[in-house]
Structure formats: C-alpha cells, structure tokens
C-alpha cells in the first residue's frame, strides 16, 4: 500500500497517510488559520481520518473553536493538522511537514475574505470567500471562536 509520510521539524512526531494521494491541497487565508500557523495562511491536504497513522508520538491539539481542533507537537510547535470534529470530516495536514510537499499542489484557495494583499501566488488557482453557500453560513453561524 502506498503511504505519504511526513512530521514535525524536532521528528518527536510522525504520520503516513495511507492513501495514494493528497485529496483537496488547498490553502486558506481566512484570520483563524493564520493565526493558528502564525503564517500568511495555512496550506493543508487531506485524507479521511481514519487513513491517518500516527506513526511516531503523538499530537497535541487546540480547539480552535467548537467546531475543529488543530494539531501540532508539543515539543517543537511545529503545525501538524486541522480537522472539523465531525467524524467523517477529513483531516489535513499541513502541506509543509509533508516529507514531499510536491505531492499537493493546491487545487483551490479558501478565505478570501481575509487575503493579505501582498500576497500573490498561486492566482490562477480559484478561491472562495468563507461562507459562501447557505450550508456553509449556517454551520459557520454555530461556530464560537477559542483564538484570543
Ligand atoms: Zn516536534
Ligand atoms: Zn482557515
């Protein structure tokens, strides 16, 4: 079977998502996410959650919200995932603790609302404003922010 592995930068944690390859790579720019990376946005690629192996320590998460915790390893702070709690939501993993970042080229650019307007890459790649759907403004109205 092939896996996709990668870790943290102190290597305290490993993972291997059991799959062929990355689903949904994308970035999101929206405020959460680049506080959570303290970054310029976060890029994340997906499997379902239960293709996620972690194959050395594990992780510890924040709850970023009510909504999605997010990984990352106690020791070094290195950004590992991001996961709504619903169970058969996918979980991410940040694009750069990927041993081979080249496997997952985004497809597509979440929160729009809150690109930083100097950053420019990746534009031809097309993008969505957080909320956008009726599905989406209504799970989002539930959400209650655990950031500062
Ligand atoms: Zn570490
Ligand atoms: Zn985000």
Redesign the pocket.
């Known amino acids: 079977m092939t896996s996709i592995p990668g870790g943290c930068q102190c290597g305290a944690i490993r993972y291997a998502m059991h799959v062929p390859r990355v689903e949904k790579p994308h970035v ?1 720019h ?1 405020r ?2 680049q506080r959570a990376t303290g970054g310029l946005f ?1 890029a994340l690629a997906g499997c379902a959650k239960s293709k996620l192996e972690w194959t050395k320590g594990q992780p510890a998460f924040f709850a970023s919200s009510n909504l999605a915790r997010r990984g990352f390893c106690r020791d070094c702070g290195t950004p590992l995932t991001f996961a709504y709690d619903a169970p058969e939501a996918r979980i991410y993993v940040a694009i750069g603790s990927m041993d081979d970042p080249e496997l997952a080229g985004i497809e597509i650019q ?2 729009l609302e809150a690109r930083i307007g100097w950053v420019k890459f990746c534009e031809d790649v097309p993008g969505e404003v957080t909320g956008d759907s009726p599905a989406a403004q209504e799970f989002f109205a539930g959400m209650v922010s655990n950031q500062g």
Do not use: D, I, L, S
């Open positions: 999101c929206c959460m996410c976060a979440y929160g």
